[in-house]
């Protein structure tokens, strides 16, 4: 958590002084969803995550070079500079990418559950999105064909409360997103996502689900993101103060008091955070010192049959 919280502050950062080019839409807030959903996944499982990807994409075993060099756009970033910030990809670590276009990828996400169980391997597909998310066609078809033939398929949205500036009560008829899981005869699952180890726990039961061919589940994690929808956005539609009580709740946070309180020694905790600030700092050297994306790489990623 502490890694993925490190390097986007950093990445922000870098954004700030125009390093790093196009979107950036930071995590920080929700670090304990993308860390507890990993411990729950075998290393074979394949992850969908939307443009709010870099976490997702650390938690599976993505280097923090790799991340922030695609950031800056340079040869030795993850998708070789040619994604950026939302289209972060990893096939060593089954992590199936970072989706710009809003509830598409949960589609995609089916067709990986499809794909596990037509081959009949031990693979479950877990597909991470916004609660805006599931007002989109994509959303509804994946869900549909993954209730209809029980696919292992694990539907996270992660309800932060905001689809870019839009609270969630003025996007949705109903309370919850779990109440959708009903039309697609899908198990489901609701709670807050502070506790790194509660999240492991219910993804965990979720996934052994799909394993034993008991079909989709519908998770829907109570979150919220401390930044911007993006770099961008000014945050006019919060005041400071329901920001600051939400921050009393920071998982980062409260899980350093939890290793204290259960005797972990002051000393232990901060030579943790220390490599973590080394590892970001030497990533930020390495993309900044890499070379840009080529040219002849975007003409060889071309697909012409
Ligand atoms: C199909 C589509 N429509 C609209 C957009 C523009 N857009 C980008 S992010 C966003 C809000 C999504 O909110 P949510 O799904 O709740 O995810 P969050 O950003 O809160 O993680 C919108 C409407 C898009 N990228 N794709």
């Known amino acids: 958590m502490l890694l993925i919280r490190r390097f986007e502050e950093e990445a922000a950062r870098a954004y700030a002084q125009g390093k790093i080019g196009g979107f950036l839409h930071l995590y920080i807030g929700q670090e304990a969803i993308a860390v507890g959903a990993d411990a729950a996944l075998h290393k074979d499982d394949y992850v969908f995550q939307t443009y709010r990807d870099h976490g997702t994409a650390i938690a599976r075993g993505m280097t923090a070079r790799a991340a922030m060099a695609e950031l800056y756009g340079k040869d030795t970033g993850c998708s070789r500079g040619l994604g950026g910030s939302m289209h972060f990809f990893d096939v060593e670590n089954n992590f199936l990418g970072g989706y710009g276009v809003v509830g598409g990828h949960v589609a995609v996400a089916a067709g990986a559950a499809f794909k596990a ?42 309800n932060n409360t905001y689809a870019m500036g839009t609270p969630f009560h003025r996007t949705s008829p109903s309370d919850t997103i779990t109440s959708k899981a009903a039309g697609y005869g899908m198990a489901h699952d609701r709670f807050e996502g502070g506790d790194v180890e509660e999240v492991q726990t219910r993804i965990a ?12 589940t519908l998770i829907e994690i109570m979150t919220y993101r401390f930044r911007g929808h993006s770099m961008s956005d000014p945050g006019k539609y919060r005041s400071r103060e329901e920001l600051e009580e939400r921050k009393k709740h920071d998982s980062v946070h409260l899980y350093r008091e939890r290793l204290l309180k259960v005797g972990v020694a002051e000393n232990e905790i901060k030579a943790l955070e220390k490599s973590v600030e080394d590892e970001v700092m030497d990533a930020v050297q390495f993309a900044e010192q890499s070379e840009p994306a080529k040219t002849e790489t975007m003409y060889n990623s071309i697909y012409a049959p």
């Open 205 to 216: 039961a979720a996934a052994a689900r799909a394993r034993e061919g008991g079909g989709p």
């Open 117 to 158: 169980k037509y081959r009949k391997e031990d693979r479950v597909a877990v597909c991470f999105f916004g609660e805006g998310a599931t007002n989109i066609g994509g959303f509804h078809e994946g869900a549909s064909l993954a209730g209809l033939w029980k696919l292992p398929l694990v539907l996270i949205c992660e």
